[in-house]
């Protein structure tokens, strides 16, 4: 979404965060308080819980293999193709299929859009096309369930952030594949991990979407 420190994961790399900064002749002075939110991690309870419970599971998903069929392994570990897509376990796919579906709230907050965060993301796509590159965005959908609307901040943040998106995507000329509304494409259930990750038959059914 298009909020100040929706997610301090694109700075995990901060040489290379600090590069594209430069390239793009954004502000630099909007790592700082990532790195604040980021650090602020090592004090949260919850967070070093979770990292001493990993630190005691066997993983496999650093392993990589060719193309294959799901195979059984650890419900939560998935192997990576050499093309970067994830193979998740028959156990993995079973299980998701019995677990409840979340409401679509995962980081969001108010307020849904930062101008200044879109207009940073802006930057981007323009310099993309003054190089000979055509960006193409893309919008994945939420399972149905969250279009249900239990939470109405997921429903108001879905509208107002894909709308920007749309907005900027006419005025660029530029293509906006899929939506965060599954109805456009036809998904039900079965396409979906949980409620916002698709499977790989959801993902083969994406296609440029009309602005709706």
């Known amino acids: 979404m298009f909020r100040t420190e929706a997610s301090v994961r694109w700075i995990e790399s901060p040489d290379e965060y600090e590069k594209a900064l430069q390239h793009f002749e954004l502000d630099q002075r909007s790592i700082w308080s990532s790195m604040i939110v980021k650090i602020s991690n090592l004090f949260n309870l919850q967070y070093l819980w979770v990292g001493i419970e990993s630190a005691f599971q066997p993983r496999h998903h650093l392993s990589t293999v060719g193309d294959f069929d799901p195979i059984e392994r650890g419900p939560a570990d998935a192997l990576t193709r050499r093309d970067g897509t994830l193979v998740y376990s028959r156990e993995y796919e079973e299980q998701s299929a019995r677990n409840p579906i979340g409401r679509g709230t995962y980081m969001l907050d108010e307020p849904p859009l930062s101008p200044g965060v879109l207009q940073e993301f802006r930057a981007v796509p323009i310099q993309l096309k003054q190089n000979g590159i055509t960006p193409v965005l893309i919008l994945t959908p939420y399972h149905p369930q969250v279009f249900l609307c239990a939470s109405e901040l997921a429903c108001r ?22 939506s965060y509304n599954p109805s456009h494409f036809g998904l039900v259930a079965k396409d979906f991990y949980d409620d916002m990750h698709l499977k790989e038959s959801a993902i083969k059914k994406l296609t440029i979407a009309p602005a709706k």
Request: net charge neutral; no cysteine; proline share 0%.
């Open 157 to 178: 943040t879905f509208k107002e952030v894909e709308t920007a998106v749309r907005k900027l995507a006419i005025n660029l000329h530029i293509d906006v594949v899929g």
